[in-house]
């Protein structure tokens, strides 16, 4: 059971090049999620979508964009890196259920932006 | 004010002691409670839940007060494979994100 599988695990950029961090889970699950996480601070909401066509912005989207055209996908797109973008970013997944809490991320992608 | 707050850490503790985490929360509307656990260089998961009546898992006691917007973690007896980052996690409304603190550091040693 593979769960929520990003793509790629380490990536470095120039400044101003584009990429799109990729991920796609096999639970059938409609919550979708993208964090960020800086050294010794908490996960930042970049762009999360709750199922097919539909996405919403977290706490942290500029420089940022994503679509959701299925179930199981969830694309980041960086547009324009900087050097204030290096981080690691988490992908995650979660069923309708609010009360179980509980998300299933992926392994993380770690981004340098140099 | 920062929306859900821990303490600093990093905690530095022996086997077998006792260790308890603090966490407290800005929107007193919040629904639901958890702890997450990060190892390093890995990904969170979710340890426990947090219910309004404490709930215990083995070696692991959660408590939340509503009326102070806290929430704790007790582990009891450490081992060293506790050593790892607690979050603590806060969803305010059904079909939003989770809100996480930056985590507690615990560090146990022989």
């Known amino acids: 059971n593979a769960g929520v599988t990003q793509t790629p695990k380490f990536r470095i950029l120039k400044i101003g090049q584009s990429m799109t961090l990729q991920c796609t889970q096999d639970?059938?699950?409609?919550?979708m999620y993208w964090y960020r996480q800086d050294p010794g601070m908490g996960l930042k909401l970049i762009y999360y979508?709750?199922?097919?066509?539909?996405?919403d912005k977290g706490e942290v989207p500029n420089g940022y964009n994503v679509s959701r055209s299925t179930t199981e996908d969830f694309p980041l797109r960086l547009e324009l890196a900087a050097p204030s973008q290096t981080s690691v970013y988490f992908c995650?997944?979660?069923?309708?259920?609010?009360?179980?809490?509980?998300?299933?991320f992926g392994e993380g992608s770690r981004l340098t932006v140099l | 004010r920062k929306e859900v707050e821990q303490d600093p850490g990093p905690f530095n503790v022996p086997e077998g002691a006792t260790v308890a985490f603090n966490c407290t929360y800005s929107n007193s509307a919040s629904q639901s409670f958890f702890w997450y656990r990060q190892d390093c260089r890995k990904e969170p998961k979710l340890l426990m839940s947090?219910?309004?009546s404490g709930n215990e898992d083995g070696r692991f006691t959660a408590q939340l007060n509503r009326a102070s917007q806290y929430i704790s973690l007790l582990i009891r007896d450490s081992k060293l494979s506790d050593s790892a980052t607690y979050l603590c996690v806060v969803n305010y409304q059904a079909g939003t994100a989770l809100i996480f603190g930056k985590g507690t550091t615990l560090s146990v040693s022989s």
């Open positions: 947090v219910y309004s």
């Open positions: 979508s709750v199922g097919a066509g539909i996405t």
């Open positions: 639970m059938n699950h409609n919550y």
């Open positions: 995650a997944s979660s069923t309708r259920d609010r009360n179980t809490g509980e998300l299933f």
